[in-house]
Each structure stands twice: as structure tokens, then as C-alpha cells.
Nanobody
Framework: EVHVVESGGGSVQAGGSLRLSCTTS????????MGWFRQARGKDREGVAS????????YYAEFVEGRFTISRDKSDNTLYLQMSNLKPEDTAMYYC???????????????????????WGPGTQVTVSS
């Protein structure tokens, strides 16, 4: 069984910072890229950032514009997203994303940065006020 749990969301004013965390357990492929997605109300889910299994390569959506940093602690496969200079348009539910072989073909998939993600948590809400 796969478990993905995000935390660290909250309400901040524009220009503020938040650090999101994600813990995983179960059949998560530790050799696969992990990422963060977000979904604002009424909009489609979109990729935010990803990190390669060796932690040497990261990828960011254009709207990040250098404000976010993704990182991973390989010792326990905890994923982080440090967000700075937040804008009201960053308001969304943020989801940690991973890949699980046991879910392949049975759960909905999203693609970002050329990788497939099929393991998700319930999300953590980020609200940025102007």
C-alpha cells in the first residue's frame, strides 16, 4: 500500500514564504523522479517542480521564476518545496507526486518534465493574500 502525505501549507501574505514537506511509504519507486503539482480552484492540475532520483537534476515550471526550491532527503525519501516571494496567483492545493509500480495502470497518471506520476497525497492548501 502506498502512502503520500503533504504538510506545511498555510496562509501567508504576498512576499511571504512557506516550506512544504512530503513523506512517503509503501511501494514508492525510490529510483524515480518525484515532484510537486498544484491545482487552483477551477483550474487543471499543473506541475510545479521535479527532482531526479540522484538529486542532481531539478526542473521547474516557468511560473516559478526562481522563487521555489525542490529538494529531497534520500535517507527517508522526504520531499520538500521551499517557496519564497509567494504571489496571490500561487494560491492552490499543492500535491506531492511520486511513482509506484504497483499503481501502474490502475490509478490516474499525470506527466511533467517527461516523467509519469501516479501516487498522490491529499494535498496541502497554500493561500496567498495580497
Amino acid at each position: 500500500e502506498v502512502h503520500v502525505v503533504e504538510s506545511g501549507g498555510g496562509s501567508v501574505q504576498a512576499g511571504g514564504s512557506l516550506r512544504l514537506s512530503c513523506t512517503t511509504s509503501g511501494d514508492i519507486d525510490k529510483d524515480a523522479t518525484m515532484g510537486w503539482f498544484r491545482q487552483a480552484r477551477g483550474k487543471d492540475r499543473e506541475g510545479v517542480a521535479s527532482i531526479a532520483p540522484d538529486n542532481l537534476r531539478t526542473y521547474y515550471a516557468e511560473f516559478v521564476e526562481g522563487r521555489f526550491t525542490i529538494s529531497r532527503d534520500k535517507s527517508d525519501n522526504t520531499l520538500y518545496l521551499q517557496m519564497s516571494n509567494l504571489k496571490p496567483e500561487d494560491t492552490a492545493m499543492y500535491y506531492c507526486a511520486a511513482y509506484s509500480r504497483e499503481r501502474d495502470g490502475f490509478y490516474s497518471e499525470f506527466r511533467f518534465d517527461g516523467h509519469v506520476y501516479n501516487a498522490w497525497g491529499p494535498g496541502t492548501q497554500v493561500t496567498v493574500s495580497s
